[in-house]
């Protein structure tokens, strides 16, 4: 086993343990998440405006391939990017999907659909 497996076993454990780890609606179904942040802003910075996403979640890539929704991570992405995602009954757009190094797990960066994403 490799940290990148191991850190994703770790994330897959503590979604177990908690028993009510929040999840995101996409593609209708329901999807486990570790939350990371929400900002509802735009920082004007020195030489223009920093991108700030209003809601950046992680999750694990194998419960997409599980599910039978994706093949990989690659192709997860593909899939994700530019869609909807509900997450505490708002809505935000998918802006942005990184894998992560090892392909475990995705960061899914979102702006909300009432900001004008």
Known sequence: MDVFQFHAQAFATAQQLTGNCPVFTWDGVDWLAIPNGALLKKNLSVGGFSLDFDLKLFALV??????????????????????????????????????????????ILCNALSQGA
């Open 62 to 107: 194998q419960q997409f391939i599980d599910n039978g929704t994706a093949e990989d991570a690659a192709s997860l992405k593909n899939l994700m990017l530019e869609t909807p995602l509900e997450y505490f009954g708002d809505s935000y757009k998918i802006v942005s999907v990184n894998i992560n190094t090892g392909g475990q797990q995705i960061e």
